[in-house]
């Protein structure tokens, strides 16, 4: 289930289940979403990405979906392994030449075996 | 090589000492950024520069100054820092042209004392 505590938001999942995590940007001005992985001692590591002119995209078990009319983008996991545990961000940016991020909060991703 | 290479993984230091960070990248990218993440936050922008000039300053306190020697390398020089300052530092980079996946490096995990 999912929790949110004093800090991070946190998702807890049995290995084999498919995992939902949910973000709400706040610039409607953005074009260019990206989740990034985020390992405990390492920096974020880039999962998928999807431009403002699509509503959909599919990677390796990873799917992103983006709704522009509520500002929400959510990330898909299907078949959630224990070596997808992690923190999970999203991040957004203005179509400005730069990778200038604003990232969303963050949630642990919990897998248990 | 797809890799951002940040020294040292490490660094504890005084308030009144002086050091420096540093970020090597060898994809050719001419964006190349600095971030700040705190503990169970997500990454901040600090500086970006492009082509090796600094193009973006985050309002951040003139005691971080970066400095770009070449396209390959970013360092980040540290004086009279506050303990308040300690975070783990990023280094990222990207192609210049357009919105692109920024690629981090692991980081350096500041102390000061």
């Known amino acids: 289930g999912e929790s949110v505590g004093l800090h991070l938001p946190t998702l807890s999942v049995q290995e084999g289940d498919n995992s939902i995590i949910n973000c709400a940007y706040s610039n409607s001005a953005s074009d260019y979403f990206i989740w990034y992985k985020q390992e405990s001692g390492k920096g974020p590591q880039f999962i998928i990405d999807i431009r403002s002119n699509m509503d959909k995209r599919q990677g390796q078990r990873v799917t992103v979906l983006l709704n522009k009319t509520v500002k929400h983008l959510s990330l898909q996991i299907a078949a959630t392994q224990p070596g997808d545990s992690a923190v999970y961000f999203c991040?957004?940016?203005?179509?400005?030449?730069?990778?200038?991020?604003?990232f969303g909060k963050g949630t642990m991703l919990l897998v248990s075996p | 090589d797809t890799e951002v290479t940040q020294t040292p993984k490490h660094l504890v230091m005084g308030m009144t000492n002086k050091k420096s960070l540093k970020c090597e990248q060898h994809m050719g990218h001419r964006a190349m950024y600095w971030y700040k993440q705190k503990a169970k936050k997500p990454p901040e922008l600090m500086f970006v520069?492009?082509?090796?000039?600094?193009?973006i300053n985050e309002s951040v306190p003139s005691r971080f100054s970066p400095e770009c020697p070449n396209s390959s390398l970013l360092n980040l020089h540290l004086h009279a820092l506050q303990p308040e300052d300690s975070a783990l530092y990023l280094c990222?980079?990207?192609?210049?042209?357009?919105?692109?996946?920024?690629?981090f490096g692991q980081g350096t995990r500041l102390t000061v004392v």
């Open positions: 990222a980079s990207s192609h210049r042209s357009g919105n692109t996946e920024a690629f």
């Open positions: 991040a957004e940016s203005l179509d400005s030449g730069y990778s200038t991020l604003t």
């Open positions: 520069y492009s082509y090796e000039k600094l193009s």
